[in-house]
């Protein structure tokens, strides 16, 4: 599905990630995980192709991204940013449409096909009651909910998703969280995403991709990379970790005051 060959990450004269040969195969679920300015959100930029590499290439399905027709790529990858801004009184449902353009080629008008794919994908995230709201009048966690509803709309086999919890309440974490490895399980989609809580992101991750801002990157199973040693390395803060059943749990562990 995505393959990335040497990639090479730079922002202000620090190199984020060095060397990164990396591959996701189909109906994988990776959590990329890092300290902040890790260069997390630039690598799911570079994979989504919004953003150039400084060295190396990435690859979708064997091809690389700038040999990808834009109309194309938005059929293949769908991305949610980790925030945005709403200038316009869009409706809920005009909103989560926008995310069928790329399947009308020629139409200008939406058909009954994007309709559903929109009224599915509310449902799913359980906001299909505001879809005549004006997305401006949404709380933080509708809205985010809501975009999340546009991803899915836009079916593509690779979903990118930085922090998809972000502004979700507990109950909302947990159900979009176990949504997404539904559709990695059971429809084989792929998805990659970017997120702070460590036991959501090995409850349901196959694999995880760690980051640390140096260069450095580590890369494999959650059981393999979620391990509180080296997981303590690359936040730069010691955790603990304890089985609990089938679950791993991952504590922080107090640092004692000077």
Not at 71 to 83: C, D, G, I, T, V
Not at 97 to 122: G, I, M, Q, T, V
Not at 166 to 184: E, G, I, P
Request: hydrophobic share 45%; charged share 25%; proline share 4%.
């Amino acid at each position: 599905m995505i393959a990335t060959r040497q990639l090479e990450l730079r922002a202000g004269g620090r190199t984020l990630v060095r060397d990164l040969d990396w591959t996701v195969d189909a109906g994988e679920c990776w959590s990329i995980v890092g300290r902040n300015g890790a260069g997390k959100s630039t690598l799911l930029r570079t994979v989504a192709g919004l953003r150039a590499p400084d060295a190396g290439t990435v690859e979708l399905h064997g091809r690389r991204l700038p040999d990808w027709p834009l109309e194309a790529l938005a059929r293949e990858r769908a991305y949610l940013p980790q925030a945005r801004s709403d200038a316009f009184a869009y409706s809920v449902m005009e909103t989560v449409l926008s995310a069928r353009h790329p399947y009308h080629a020629n139409r200008y008008w939406e058909h009954s096909d994007d309709h559903h794919a929109a009224f599915d994908a509310l449902a799913a995230m359980e906001v299909e009651h505001l879809a005549a709201r004006d997305v401006r009048t949404l709380s933080g966690g509708e809205r985010q909910r809501v975009a999340i509803a546009a991803l899915l709309a836009q079916d593509t086999p690779l979903l990118l998703l930085d922090e998809p919890a972000n502004a979700l309440d507990l109950a909302h974490q947990v159900r979009t969280m176990s949504l997404l490895a539904r559709l990695c399980r059971q429809r084989g989609k792929t998805v990659v995403m970017i997120g702070h809580d460590l036991n959501l992101a090995h409850s349901i991750s196959t694999h995880a991709l760690l980051l640390m801002g140096d260069g450095r990157w580590h890369a494999g199973t959650v059981d393999d990379a979620m391990q509180a040693p080296l997981l303590s390395s690359y936040l730069g803060h010691p955790i603990d970790a304890i089985e609990h059943g089938s679950r791993r749990i991952f504590i922080p562990l107090e640092t004692p005051h000077e």
